[in-house]
């Protein structure tokens, strides 16, 4: 049976599955139909990882902290909190999140950002275009999901993102507003 934790990152948060078998372990985001083989080896005493997933080898330095790690890749570092993943959480964390009307636009593939048509601070109706994603060749419309405020915009045109980064949020109007 197969483990589920939430992976937090400052740009996303991921579901991952684990799932020991007698070969090793798998890996595969949550949802996804395709599991990946899974081996982490530490190389001498430093803090050196070498990743296998499905035989393609990437080299991580990798920080341990409590509740979660420090992870470079290259010259790119990652701040990750793991946590066991509950169904009572996510949905609290959801309804939490509806009630204060913020509202995450995450990119729903990996692509290129192609135009950002909003700003922090703009004034959005529901359905308004606030950005277009590039993938595999096709542009793709990023609508603000409800009336609001721009937040946290955290992309620009021609930035590269990957599924699942928070582009921006709109925080929505409360009734009265």
């Known amino acids: 049976m197969a483990e589920k934790y939430l992976i937090h990152s400052e740009e996303s948060d991921v579901a991952l599955e684990f ?32 990743l296998m997933l ?6 991580l330095y990798l920080e341990r902290r409590r509740g979660g790690a420090i992870v470079t890749v290259g010259r790119h570092i990652f701040d990750y909190t793991v946590e066991r993943w509950r169904p009572a959480l996510a949905q609290r964390d ?40 590039e993938s595999m060749k096709m542009n793709n419309e990023m609508r603000a999901p409800a009336d609001g405020t721009i937040t946290d915009l955290s992309v620009k045109a021609g930035d590269r993102v990957t599924a699942g980064k928070v ?11």
């Open 19 to 50: 799932e020991r078998d007698a070969d090793g372990v798998r890996v595969r985001k949550e949802g996804a139909d395709t599991w990946k083989r899974a081996h982490l080896d530490r190389v001498g005493d430093s803090g050196l990882f070498l």
């Open 54 to 59: 499905d035989d393609e080898p990437t080299e």
């Open 94 to 133: 959801r309804r939490k999140e509806a009630k204060a009307g913020a509202h995450r636009i995450q990119a729903p593939m990996t692509g290129s950002i192609v135009e950002v048509l909003c700003k922090e601070g703009d004034q959005v109706a529901a359905g308004d275009v606030v950005l277009i994603i």
């Open 167 to 177: 582009l921006l949020v709109v925080q929505a109007k409360q009734n009265g507003e």
